[in-house]
């Protein structure tokens, strides 16, 4: 049997029952934080996990069609206010970026450029790409973005479910819960796999094929949204159970597992000082720019820190619903977050280098 087949199939046999139990804990985004867990532990131990990076696609691809799926002709309605928030969102993410990323540079060897792209709150897979162009360290970018990732799947969900539950008991309820519980009821008739599931996942799986062609970071997954809203909201029929969404969060952990190797953790401790900046900030951010969200524009608690949040879009749709927040605002916002970010951001980037001069 071919030797990276096996590698495949050990990492499943060991990052799906580690989802599972995760899960079974109660662990909030069990599937994908176990098996996250379980793979980095054997890539470190073994250097034996594997999964090819098509896998990644696959997932933006399945995340696509999940959120397309639970689109409604009321969310196209909400769009026109999402420019104040979004807006808002991303000026705070470039200051954090700005301030976290000079923040590395004057307390590390990092060269400016290397910093500020470790701060840069983009995709992990393009992230790295970019900064090599632009002449960082791709290496040391690739290790911080990975922490960035880390954040935003491991410790935030649990963060955040852990701090709404306090503010619960202090007698503050999120009215975001309200919400929640109507769209709970609004897709509760539909649970089984069928006719619509294979329409949406084909549709989604070509035009994210598509997406995925044209170069363009982020497309994957948008194009699989839109593609999957347009045949849910134009002939309803589109729908994926929530056993698919499940296997997709396992996939998902595995394949960000088999990302943290043993060469990287190795090189933690040269980068400890800047992991310490880019938590801390990016930490404040959640909590900070949740709160401005959520006070500004009437998100709840949980929907505003989510927002805030620095896990990618795709992932972000993954989770949301487990920490049972069901607003589709969240993901539109990291799709667009995620999208003008990595257009914008390293053109911003480059011009400080150039005018600072290094």
Known sequence: MDSLLISALLTLCVGVPCGLIAK???????????????????NIATGAAWLPTETRTLVQIIAGAFVGCSLERSDL??????????VLL?????????????????????????????????????TPIVA???????????????????LGIGVFPIMIEAFDRLRVRQGHPDPGDAKTEDDAKRVKSKQKFSGSTIAALSVALVFGALGKLSGIPGLTFTASIVAVSILK?????????????????LLAGCYLGTLLTAEGFAGLPGLIAPALILIAGYTLNCFGAGKLESRLFGYGRKEGMLM????????????????????????????????VVMALFPQIINLICFVVGS
């Open 132 to 150: 090599a162009a632009m002449g960082a360290n791709a290496p040391d970018v690739t290790i911080m973005q990975l922490i960035r990732q880390v």
């Open 233 to 249: 909201l134009a002939f309803d029929f589109a729908f994926i159970p929530k056993v698919v969404k499940k296997g997709c969060q």
């Open 24 to 42: 079974k804990l109660k662990v909030p985004a069990g599937f994908m934080i176990g098996a996250f867990a379980g793979v980095s532990v054997l």
């Open 90 to 126: 991303l000026l705070i993410f470039l200051a954090l970026n700005l301030v976290v990323g000079f923040l590395i540079w004057a307390t590390s060897p990092l060269s400016l450029v290397t910093a500020l792209m470790c701060a840069i709150p983009g995709g992990i897979n393009d």
């Open 308 to 339: 805030a949040s620095p896990a990618g879009a795709s992932d972000m749709a993954l989770i949301m619903e487990d920490l049972h927040v069901r607003n589709t605002d969240v993901v539109i916002m990291q799709v667009v977050r995620a999208a």
């Open 77 to 86: 309605e909400r769009v026109r206010g999402f420019l104040k928030p979004m």
